[in-house]
């Protein structure tokens, strides 16, 4: 079963091609970073126009890569939601067209649920297993039980961790995207210790009950700390211990977080493989919040898993590796499937983290 998957639900074109045995036939991503930098961010508009111009390059440039045709594939999956509406609905639409055209099933796949299925690509990793979401637009704990059966028990009551990461980066003065060059910048820092005591930041709902998060507070606090630095251009010496106070904050808040919901989750899993926390989504390539979270696993006798660099940020094969897993299901859908700006995993996700509060 081979499956084309389309993805541009924000700044990343991608296109690949994936079968069931989980190989990767092609793997497509071009970057729009040089159309967004001069705004400091994603802008909508530029996004869905870039699409345009470079979707179609894309589709046969993985076909290809890939030695395959058309008539190869088994199935069509695009991402149709949630995201930018505009750039959804270029690929969307491109991925109708297709599998209109040749006949072949489509799969409209939640772009959060490719980001949670694809350390089974990378890893297959068996159900149930505790996901910790984290993008520039979300951030969430779920329980995973299978492919369209999520429990959500945790999320973020303001900002979502990819978007605090990259607006300190940008109060920092450094370039987008925020997220990997605020990392960069912390491991420039030769003293962490000197670092958190010139730079002391808030950990957000560390030690309260629940899953949820906050990161608003955080943002601020970098704010106020860069306020009180003398005039002028900063000095890179500050943006690295900066950098990595900030980081710190964020792997405490973080596996204060998780930590509650590994309580809750050793109490419900009676399943007798070594059950697994997941980390996916863009902030998941961070380096200290993989090495936070393994610790964290090793002391409850849980597998940490964490997709390749290369599958945490979009792509377009976590959105194959979705068809394929819907495909088997028989989870397929009709044409006239609409594209959605907001599509949560779980669709009783507030009564679900009032049970935990």
Not at 37 to 64: C, Q, T
Not at 87 to 113: C, D, Q, R, Y
Not at 258 to 276: M, S, Y
Request: hydrophobic share 45%.
């Amino acid at each position: 079963m081979k499956i084309l998957g389309i993805e541009t639900s924000c700044d990343e074109t991608a296109v690949a091609i994936v079968d069931d045995s989980r190989k990767i036939h092609a793997n497509l991503v071009l970057s729009q970073l040089e159309e967004h930098s001069v705004f400091g961010g994603v802008v909508p508009e530029i996004a869905a126009r870039a699409h345009m111009d470079h979707l179609d390059k894309l589709i046969k440039g993985a076909l290809n890569d890939s030695g395959l045709t058309f008539s190869d594939l088994d199935g069509v999956a695009a991402t149709s939601g949630p995201g930018l509406i505009g750039g959804v609905m270029v690929g969307m639409m491109a991925g109708k067209a297709i599998a209109a055209a040749h006949s072949l099933p489509f799969m409209g796949i939640n772009h959060l649920e490719a980001h949670a299925l694809t350390p089974r690509l990378s890893d297959d990793v068996a159900f149930p297993f505790l996901l910790l979401l984290v993008s520039g637009g979300h951030t969430q704990i779920l329980l995973v039980r299978g492919v369209n059966d999520y429990e959500l028990w945790g999320t973020t009551i303001d900002d979502a961790l990819g978007e605090c990461f990259d607006k300190s980066a940008k109060l920092m003065g450094l370039p987008f995207p925020g997220g990997p060059n605020l990392e960069k910048a912390a491991r420039q820092c030769e003293d962490l210790e000197a670092a958190l005591k010139r730079f002391p930041l808030p950990t957000p709902m560390k030690g309260r009950k629940g899953c949820d998060f906050s990161f608003s507070g955080l943002k601020t606090a970098v704010r106020t700390h860069i306020d009180a630095l003398p005039a002028g251009a900063l000095k890179m010496e500050d943006v690295a211990a900066l950098s990595a106070a900030f980081e710190h904050s964020v792997c405490e808040t973080v596996i204060s977080r998780c930590k509650n919901a590994l309580e809750k989750f050793t109490t419900i899993h009676n399943g007798p493989e070594r059950p697994a926390l997941v980390v996916a989504g863009g902030v998941a390539a961070n380096t200290s919040l993989r090495g936070a979270l393994k610790n964290l696993t090793e002391s409850y006798e849980m597998s940490f898993i964490a997709p390749p660099i290369s599958l945490c940020s979009d792509n377009g094969a976590m959105i194959a590796w979705a068809g394929v897993e819907r495909l088997r299901l028989g989870m397929t859908d009709t044409l006239d499937i609409a594209a959605r700006p907001r599509w949560p995993l779980d669709p009783n996700g507030d009564k679900n983290r009032a049970a935990f509060a």
